[in-house]
Each structure stands twice: as C-alpha cells, then as structure tokens.
C-alpha cells in the first residue's frame, strides 16, 4: 500500500508552486476583525492597517498597489486591512469615517493617520522609514560613510557626547519628521572631523546628485529648536535642482517651479541622468534667487501628466529634454523651443518668462462655433469670456460627459436655463472638466460639481450645495444674485 503522507506533501508543494503571484500578495495582507484586532495587532511593532469598504471605488483603486507594497514590505513592516462593513466595532473605535483611511499602529496602539503616497513604491519607502530607531546612533567614520552613501538626503546631528543639551531636542525632532527624511546622531565630535568641529547638524545631499555648482553637505549651526531644524532642512534638502519624484512632487510645488522632463534613471545610468540635469543647474544657478526653483524628473514617471496636462507625448522632442513651469497658483508653461545642450535656449525661455511674455498653457476644447442652446458651453479658453464677464452672474456646472449623476441633472438644468433665458443678467452654463483646465478657485473633486460666479466676486465663487430640483436652484438664485431675477410665467410658491 502506498504512503500517503508523501503524496500528500507533494501535492502541497505542487498547490504552493502554482500560487498565482497576486493571491500571494493577498496573503501577504493581513485581514483583521473584531474578534482579533487587538490579539493580532499587538504581535507587531510597525503595521499600516487600511479600513476600508468592498463597494468604495477608492479603496478598490488602491487594493493592487496595497497588496504589492505588502509583498515588497514582507519581514519589514506588516500590512493588515479592515473591512469596516463587517466590522463596525472596530472601524469605529479608530474613528473612521471615510474609505479607505490609513493608520499606521505601533504594537497595536493607533500611533499616527499615514500621510503618505498611495503607490506600492511610496508606500513601501515611506514605511521603511517607519520602522527602527528614529535616528541611528553612528560610532565610527565608516558608520557615517554608510549611512549617508544613500538614496536619499541624510541629516545628521554631531553633538559632544550623549548627555549634550542639544541631543534630546534633535532626537524629538527626528520622530517628527522621520517619515520625511533620514536622521542619525553622532556623540563623538571625531567621527565627523572631516566636516565640523563644533557641534552641530549637517545635511548630506545624496551622491547620486553631486556636482559643481553647490556643496554636497551644508552645515546648520543655529541654536537648535525642532522648529528651526525643520526650517533649515526644508530650505536646504532640495538643493538647486532636486530630482522630482511621485512622491515628493506636491512639496516641490507649493513654489513656482521649472521642470526638465527627459529619460532619467539615477538606478541604472547616474552619470547619463546627470549629462541633462547639469546643464540645468548651469542656467539655474544664474537665476537664483528669482522666485523660481528648478527640477528634474524622469518624463515617463509623469506621461499621464504631460499628456493631460500640457499636451505633450513622451516620444516629443527625443532625447532631448521637455521643459515646463508650474506657478504655485496653477499656471502653465512650456518651453516650445528645442533644448539646446550650451542652455541657451533655456536662458531665452526663462527670459520670456521673466518679462512677462509667455502665454500660459491652457488645456482646452475648441471654442464652440455656435453657443446659442439655454445652457452656454464652457471651454477653458471661453471661460473669462463667458464665467468671469464682469456684467453677469454665472452659473457654471463642471461635469463629466460619463457621469451618471449629471445625466440625471441635465434636463432640470436645461429647464433652469430655458426659465431664465430672457433674464439678460443671468447665464446657465456648463464645462466639461475633463477635457478642459479648471480654473484657480474651483475646487472640482467629483461630478458634477456647481459654482456660482456673481458680479463683483469673480474671484470668490460660491459653491452650491443645495437640492438639485428647479425650485431649489431658483431659491438658491434669488438669495445670491446681485439683482432681482427676471422670471416670466413663474408659479407663486417658486
């Protein structure tokens, strides 16, 4: 008779072999509940835990990019997920009120809401940074030498010995902002010889970035509060011309900024994607002080972008770089010129945009031909024309031509504007914001969404949150517009 204990263990490891990669990666996230929660959570000193709801289209999103940031994190930092539906107890306690929502857990104690990106990639750099020491205890010189050969930027505080004045403020700093940057003390002046004698913080960019136009390290010898830490690494980590990423764009861009878009890959070809960025700096570093800061980045990190945002393909211009300008107020710029490798071209585009010369980037459907129908069509390069005439109060719904709330609303918005069609001082009008920009000053996050622009406050439209019925928008009308309506044939209780 034959064994069946090894037939048995065979099949096993066939079934194991045959695992489909994403239910591995589904098995990687921990599924917690009620019943286990705390049991379970306990048993990890770092874990993120992602509440969420099985119909949310957000959560539904960010389930692939989840599971592949738990596989690269597997033995790091553990992932678990909550489905809040099943397991209101739980969901509650934690004070969840929308999906998905992301905290990260420290032995099973809710320690801190995560704040990070939503990629597998962000995920996983941002919570290796969560786990060990807030800042490592570098011994040696060659400690140093490792820690700061990274990736990314170092911070590093030289004190004098472990009971230094100073240590315990940068200590408390660094579990601040641990998830934003690398941190690491020193309590032997010696170790950092080579850079400093006195106490003090130093900030090595990464050697990947090094070059001729600015110092690799920068010393920061305040008197050291977490706020003045944090002011000197905000003002000095990103250098002349930071490498702009997914994950740090949105910090990049609360300033004006100039972006060179081209085949960047510091992983695999550091001195190629430096060829580019130097001749950048070399431009940059005469416009300093401007109010405009410089990056680069790899153009097809950002295809989606190019493309929806400034019209631009990644197969453009070759090799050569693409060059835009951001302003933190939204506006757009590209550089229509050729990249030229003596910069010249560069200096000419920044020339024009210094003076004032450039016309900015819209993205915008044609101009409708005819626009006679009660609801005016809206594009991009209308919409001063048309929302923002100083003489009328506008209505102005942003929509997607696939919603099927704005379906539903379109033949009572049509009846809205046959009933105010002989009112001269009132437009019903409508934009598609997919295809078109929306302007500074709309907040359009889903669909449809309705503003209304009256005379004299162009600049501060009122958002409409009310019933979307006829008689709803019409009392909405009559309180907010900057003149009595003119309403033929309207029923008394309107």
Sequence with gaps: MMPVIPVLSAVSLALVSLCPTALCARRDVLELGDADFDYLATEHDTMLVKFYAPWCGHCKKLAPEFEKAAGRLKGIVQLAKVDCTANSETCGRFGVTGYPTLKIFRFGKDSAPYDGPRSASGIYHYMTKQTGP???????????????????????????GTDAPRLDEFLKAAGLLREQFRF??????????????????????????????????????????????????????????????????????????????????????????????NRVMKVASKYSGRGLIFSVANKRDFQAELEDDYGLGTVDGGELPFVTIRTKLGHKYTMREEFTRDGQSLERFLEDYFAGRLKRYIRSEPVPEKNAAPVKVVVAESFDDIVNDPNKDVLIQFYSPSCPHCKKLEPVYRELAETLYSDPNVVVAKMNAV???????????????????????????????????LKDFLKFLKQEASHNLVLPGLKEEL
């Design 134 to 160: 807030d800042s490592l205890h570098l011994k040696s010189k060659e400690d140093l030498q490792n820690f700061v050969n990274n990736y990314d930027a170092s911070i590093v505080g030289v004190f004098s």
């Design 184 to 277: 690491a003390h020193i309590t032997d002046l010696q170790v950092a010889e080579e850079q400093t004698q006195t106490e003090s913080v130093l900030l090595f960019r990464p050697p990947r970035l090094a070059n001729a136009f600015e110092d690799s390290v920068v010393v920061f010898t305040d008197y050291l509060t977490i706020s003045s830490l944090r002011r000197f690494i905000r003002d000095n980590i990103y250098g002349l011309c930071p490498h702009m990423t997914m994950e740090n764009r949105d910090r990049l861009r609360v300033r004006d900024l100039l972006t060179a878009y081209y085949d960047l890959d510091y992983h695999h070809n550091v001195r190629g994607s430096n060829y580019w960025r």
């Design 435 to 469: 295809d078109n920009d929306v302007p500074l000053g709309y907040d359009v996050q889903g669909f449809p969404t309705i503003y209304f622009a009256p005379v004299g406050k162009k600049d501060d439209p009122v958002r409409y949150q009310g019933a979307r019925e």
